[in-house]
């Protein structure tokens, strides 16, 4: 009976080591060792495409939700560089790891010959965009193991970045691509690729070419003008007609790896299927998100939410705007059979039956198996280190027309601002690394440190964080004709003027941002206090 009161001194403590856990990613074993919260398929990613006919200004759109628990939050530009006759550029093992620009720790894979001049490009875990208005998304498709080869040199965030410095077009992307890998090898698991130009969009999904191999097998398909496309962790591209190059593309090896594997008899008269000769289509995992991304688009195809395989692009019932891609990556399956919290309910003071204060479509394994909750993979990830969302738009110089509305941290809890491809830097808050260690000059962690306070009473907190990104976002879109056409008239006078205004504009946003949520982390700390 005298026992509480003196454990009582260290609940503050014990609080505190509980919300570290929390925020970090950690949870408690039985045994009482700190294990991950991440399963495997945390590591995992979502990308949408858009066609210029399909949007609603005419630019072509791509996006990535980086869901990682690991990868690196720093993101920098990297300049247009030129390079001397016999140069060399170094392929790095694990950049998206890297703890910033200048970090001395990297491990080189090898070296591939450098090209004379390489591009501007923004540089992320998986880099973004370049001058040509070039962008990429990504999602890991997996593929079968036996596909995966150690001998070759290039893994899927380097290929990123070595095409962003080299191409200006997703078709010169992917025969830059297919050239390198073909010499010096792909690494790493399958991958989808969702490349946008000004003109067009495409869907390249590549894999290994084999165990103790050097190549990649690879095929690619352009999405229609007028439609729209999504990649969830699974391998989608299913018949080829290479017969049509200028909509489809494919590795030379592209039939004949999957006969010598044994994965398909092309005397069987069974149809070639890129995705089940490589891959399988068996997860829910990624097919709830295709369709759910899918039928919020085109809701009139009426997509069948079991379904094993959806149309690789549909068009759109209306055409798309930035915000409406962002308002898809925000979607926890509210209001569908699949909203891990629609059950969870409790009785207010009116007497009316309303959703648990605790009701989170993002709860830990632990706390999904004490409530009886069955896991749904949202679109929305609690894992993700940032989400961005591109436009490129033929009209314009390429400084104006290349713009990625960026976020930090969960897509549902965070504002997504503007950052042109013209601007000159980063703001410094942006390239910091925060992975490693929670640090007060990191803007990552602003973001991150509200978003994850927010599961401790989601029901209640997610309307305050709403409260805070949706003016921001709001300012952001409703500025966004006025900012471009005087960003237009400076650079008919000179482009390095447009470049400093777009730099000046997106740095004052930037920081104003991170510093509207480092107080708002702190109002959550104060209006939530008694609640925890």
Same mark, same amino acid.
């Given at each position: 009976m005298y026992a509480f009161p003196r454990t009582r001194r260290y609940l503050p403590?014990?609080?505190?080591?509980?919300?570290?856990?929390?925020?970090?990613?950690?949870?408690?074993?039985?045994?009482?060792?700190?294990e991950s919260l991440q399963c495997p398929q945390c590591e995992s990613c979502t990308s949408i495409l858009v066609g210029r006919l399909a949007s609603e200004d005419g630019s072509t759109m791509t996006s990535h939700s980086c869901d990682s628990g690991t990868d690196r939050t720093w993101i920098s530009i990297e300049p247009r560089r030129s390079h001397a006759p016999g140069a060399m550029d170094t392929v790095w093992m694990d950049a998206k790891r890297t703890t910033g620009p200048e970090d001395t720790d990297l491990i080189p894979w090898g070296e591939i010959p450098q090209v004379a001049e390489t591009w501007k490009f923004m540089n992320a875990a998986y880099p973004i965009m370049n001058e040509h208005q070039l962008a990429i998304g990504e999602t890991t498709t997996g593929g079968k193991r036996e596909l995966k080869s150690s001998e070759g040199i290039i893994d899927a965030p380097e290929l990123y970045r070595i095409l962003l410095q080299r191409a200006r077009t997703a078709r010169e992307a992917i025969r830059i691509a297919d050239e390198l890998t073909k010499e010096y090898g792909y690494n790493d698991w399958g991958e989808c690729f969702t490349f946008a130009d000004p003109q067009e969009v495409w869907f390249f999904e590549i894999l290994g070419p084999g165990r103790g191999k050097v190549g990649a097998v690879w095929a690619a398909v352009r999405i229609p003008d007028d439609e729209?496309?999504?990649s969830a962790n699974s391998h989608r591209i299913l018949e080829l007609d290479l017969s049509d190059p200028d909509r489809y593309m494919a590795s030379e090896n592209v039939f004949s790896l999957a006969e010598e594997m044994g994965w398909w008899d092309a005397e069987s008269g069974e149809p070639f299927r890129f995705a089940y000769a490589y891959a399988s289509r068996s997860s829910l995992y990624s097919r709830r998100r295709e369709w759910r991304a899918l039928s919020l688009l085109a809701p009139s195809?009426?997509?069948?939410?079991?379904? =094993?395989?959806?149309?690789? !692009?549909?068009?759109?019932?209306?055409?798309? !705007?930035?915000?409406?891609?962002?308002?898809?990556?925000?979607?926890?399956y509210e209001d569908t059979p699949y909203d891990m919290t629609r059950r969870?309910?409790?009785?207010?003071? =009116?007497g009316a039956a309303v959703k648990s204060p605790v009701a989170n479509p993002f709860m830990s394994a632990d706390m999904r198996e004490?409530?009886?909750v069955e896991r749904e993979r949202t679109i929305a990830s609690p894992f993700a280190t940032y989400v961005q969302v591109t436009q490129s738009r033929s009209w314009l110089p390429d400084p104006i027309g290349g713009v990625v509305?960026?976020?930090?941290?969960?897509?549902?809890?965070?504002?997504?601002?503007?950052?042109y491809i013209g601007i000159t830097q980063m703001p410094e808050s942006y390239m910091v690394d925060g992975r490693r260690a929670f640090r007060r000059d990191c803007a990552w962690w602003a973001f991150r440190r509200a978003s994850?306070?927010?599961?401790?009473?989601?029901?209640?907190?997610?309307?305050?964080?709403?409260e805070a990104w949706e003016p921001i976002e709001r300012e952001a879109f409703a500025r966004q004709a006025s900012l471009e056409e005087e960003a237009l008239e400076l650079y008919d006078q000179a482009p390095e003027r447009a470049e400093a205004f777009l730099t000046e504009y997106c740095h004052e946003l930037a920081e104003r941002t991170a510093e509207r949520y480092w107080e708002l982390g702190d109002e959550l700390w104060t209006r939530f206090n008694l609640a925890f």
């Amino acid at each position: 009976m005298y026992a509480f009161p003196r454990t009582r001194r260290y609940l503050p403590v014990l609080f505190s080591f509980l919300l570290l856990l929390v925020l970090g990613g950690l949870s408690i074993r039985a045994d009482g060792r700190v294990e991950s919260l991440q399963c495997p398929q945390c590591e995992s990613c979502t990308s949408i495409l858009v066609g210029r006919l399909a949007s609603e200004d005419g630019s072509t759109m791509t996006s990535h939700s980086c869901d990682s628990g690991t990868d690196r939050t720093w993101i920098s530009i990297e300049p247009r560089r030129s390079h001397a006759p016999g140069a060399m550029d170094t392929v790095w093992m694990d950049a998206k790891r890297t703890t910033g620009p200048e970090d001395t720790d990297l491990i080189p894979w090898g070296e591939i010959p450098q090209v004379a001049e390489t591009w501007k490009f923004m540089n992320a875990a998986y880099p973004i965009m370049n001058e040509h208005q070039l962008a990429i998304g990504e999602t890991t498709t997996g593929g079968k193991r036996e596909l995966k080869s150690s001998e070759g040199i290039i893994d899927a965030p380097e290929l990123y970045r070595i095409l962003l410095q080299r191409a200006r077009t997703a078709r010169e992307a992917i025969r830059i691509a297919d050239e390198l890998t073909k010499e010096y090898g792909y690494n790493d698991w399958g991958e989808c690729f969702t490349f946008a130009d000004p003109q067009e969009v495409w869907f390249f999904e590549i894999l290994g070419p084999g165990r103790g191999k050097v190549g990649a097998v690879w095929a690619a398909v352009r999405i229609p003008d007028d439609e729209v496309a999504v990649s969830a962790n699974s391998h989608r591209i299913l018949e080829l007609d290479l017969s049509d190059p200028d909509r489809y593309m494919a590795s030379e090896n592209v039939f004949s790896l999957a006969e010598e594997m044994g994965w398909w008899d092309a005397e069987s008269g069974e149809p070639f299927r890129f995705a089940y000769a490589y891959a399988s289509r068996s997860s829910l995992y990624s097919r709830r998100r295709e369709w759910r991304a899918l039928s919020l688009l085109a809701p009139s195809l009426g997509l069948d939410p079991n379904a =094993e395989n959806f149309p690789l !692009s549909v068009k759109p019932d209306e055409t798309v !705007s930035v915000q409406e891609v962002l308002a898809i990556f925000r979607d926890t399956y509210e209001d569908t059979p699949y909203d891990m919290t629609r059950r969870l309910t409790v009785v207010n003071r =009116e007497g009316a039956a309303v959703k648990s204060p605790v009701a989170n479509p993002f709860m830990s394994a632990d706390m999904r198996e004490l409530l009886g909750v069955e896991r749904e993979r949202t679109i929305a990830s609690p894992f993700a280190t940032y989400v961005q969302v591109t436009q490129s738009r033929s009209w314009l110089p390429d400084p104006i027309g290349g713009v990625v509305w960026l976020g930090y941290d969960n897509p549902a809890t965070t504002p997504h601002i503007p950052f042109y491809i013209g601007i000159t830097q980063m703001p410094e808050s942006y390239m910091v690394d925060g992975r490693r260690a929670f640090r007060r000059d990191c803007a990552w962690w602003a973001f991150r440190r509200a978003s994850k306070l927010a599961h401790f009473r989601y029901q209640d907190m997610k309307g305050v964080l709403q409260e805070a990104w949706e003016p921001i976002e709001r300012e952001a879109f409703a500025r966004q004709a006025s900012l471009e056409e005087e960003a237009l008239e400076l650079y008919d006078q000179a482009p390095e003027r447009a470049e400093a205004f777009l730099t000046e504009y997106c740095h004052e946003l930037a920081e104003r941002t991170a510093e509207r949520y480092w107080e708002l982390g702190d109002e959550l700390w104060t209006r939530f206090n008694l609640a925890f």
